[in-house]
């Protein structure tokens, strides 16, 4: 873990050093807005009986289908202010800043049906077990982060460019919610003995490092428009979900930059 | 008349919605044994799945057909498996004389017990076409855990889990039925006393 964060911060050193060592032709003030979707598998701390296989058939051509299966998801939404320097020497833009990232986690029944429930565990003494009917479980988390990125806007046109984006992010727990949607409205006074039996905490910290391509609108000196898509990527940190053990990331951002200073260098080259 | 076609309406659907209740603990779920490839792995979920091989051929419960009844006759209590062999309907009944729980809330009395199948109070008969009795020489049945489940704070059902393997003669011919496991739930639909 210590590793992770020991490359989070040479990352952030290295872009210091080199923000000041470098005369920075246009300084942007930017706003983002995205999405991400989480890929991973189910946490195994919360016992639910399922049908993990989804269809197989046995020895006497018998069909066993796995339609009690529960589902896990996991999307991450976000926002943030970002101020950038773009290098045209370079051709590469680096930016930090501030972003609200909040986490949704589901645990439902894969049947699309409303009433659709599925069972769990809540209690195991002696030879007593006790199930409780759930129709589903979410989580959300809520996260302050720092994201650092360097862009590289390999070709120059004039309005419309294409670019490459690596960045990382670690962000700080704010708060985070657990719920359970019985089936049973009665069941509800269960609902803090169920997660205190399952323990929902979760790590302080969530960080990720990302690869991204996108499309720019907009000249060089003036406001641009991006929109990108990031590729797959590693989230570094463990234990951000009670429910889902994330493994990969992806996702798509939408982000305006505005000028709000034009150096000499970059008026020379227009 | 609109009481007439209403009140039934009604009462079709609450007898639906219970019906649909139930219908999610007696469903068979077939969770695959990667190690014991054909095999449902062994859980104590009341998954309600057997398992075993007859020498290389597995002997499993399927979806459509009541993977397991109790039945206590007199002082006899039988535990029936059903299920398909080589795309063959096939039955295997184990019977212990000497053991007669008056109702499924009484199974818990099997859990941790382990019953010797070459015992002369133990049976164990199997039915293809014709039914036999085995004629067994080593083996044993084992109710590993036997639970009382309790649903939304309501009595539901028992479940038994356990293992069993035997070594027998059929057509004159050692057989090792071996790797068996089970894990049911008995409730009112699969439990007789009579």
């Known amino acids: 873990m210590k590793k992770k964060y020991l490359i989070l911060i040479s990352f952030l050193s290295l872009l210091t050093v080199f923000v000041y060592s470098q005369d ?15 890929t991973g598998k189910q946490n195994d701390k919360w016992n639910i009986r399922q049908d993990v296989a989804t269809s197989y058939y046995d020895y006497g051509y018998n069909y066993h289908s796995g339609n009690n299966s529960v589902s896990s998801e996991m999307n991450l939404y976000y926002f943030g202010i970002k101020p950038a320097i773009y290098f045209p020497k370079y051709n590469i833009n680096i930016s930090a800043g501030l972003r609200f990232t909040q986490s949704n986690c589901y645990l439902n029944k894969s049947s699309n ?4 429930y599925f069972f769990l565990r809540y209690n195991e003494s002696g030879t007593n077990t006790e199930y409780f009917k759930v129709k589903g479980i979410n989580e959300n988390i809520n996260y302050l982060g720092i994201p650092l990125e360097i862009t590289l806007t390999p070709f120059h046109f ?15 727990k704010l708060n985070s919610q657990t719920d359970i949607n019985f089936s049973n409205e009665n069941m509800k006074i269960y609902k803090q003995d169920v997660l205190s039996r399952v323990g929902t905490s979760t790590n302080l910290i969530y960080s990720s490092a990302y690869a991204a391509v996108g499309i720019r609108f907009g000249r060089v000196t003036g406001v641009k428009y991006n929109f990108e898509v990031t590729l ?4 570094l940190s463990s234990n951000n979900s009670s429910l889902v053990v994330p493994e990969y990331y992806s996702g798509f951002q939408f982000s305006v930059q505005i000028p709000i200073n034009k150096a000499k260098e970059s008026k020379n080259k227009e | 008349m609109k009481k007439y076609i209403i009140l039934p309406l009604v009462i079709f659907t609450l007898l639906i919605s ?12 077939f969770v695959e044994d990667v190690n014991n490839p054909e095999l449902p792995i062994y859980s104590e979920w009341g998954y309600n799945t057997f398992g075993v091989y007859i020498d290389r051929q597995p002997f ?18 039988n535990l029936v498996l059903k299920g ?44 293809t076409d014709t039914i036999k009795k085995l004629n067994i020489f080593e083996g044993k049945l084992f109710f590993k855990r036997a ?3 309790y649903v939304d704070k309501e009595y539901m059902e028992s479940i038994l889990s356990g293992t069993f393997s035997f070594k027998t003669f059929i057509n004159g011919e050692p057989i090792a039925v071996s790797n068996g496991r089970f894990d049911f739930g008995i409730g009112y639909e699969n439990f007789y006393n009579y």
Do not use: H, W
């Open chain 1, 24 to 38: 920075a032709s246009v300084i942007t003030i930017g706003f983002e807005g995205g999405s991400g979707f989480i």
């Open chain 1, 113 to 116: 049906s409303d009433e659709s």
């Open chain 2, 84 to 127: 398909t062999m080589n795309n063959r309907d096939v039955t295997m009944k184990f019977s212990i004389i000497g053991y007669s729980p008056a109702d499924y809330t009484d199974l818990i009395s099997l859990n941790d017990s382990t019953f010797n199948l070459t015992s002369n109070k133990c049976i164990v008969t199997m039915t």
């Open chain 2, 18 to 29: 219970s019906c649909s209740e139930d219908y999610q603990l007696q469903k068979s779920v």
């Open chain 2, 147 to 149: 639970q009382s489940l």
């Open chain 1, 232 to 235: 797959p990527a590693r989230i």
């Open chain 1, 158 to 172: 004039d309005v419309v460019n294409l670019y490459a984006k690596v960045g990382a992010e670690i962000n700080l």
């Open chain 2, 60 to 77: 499993i419960s399927n979806s459509s057909d009541l993977p397991a009844k109790i039945i206590v006759n007199k002082d006899t209590f």
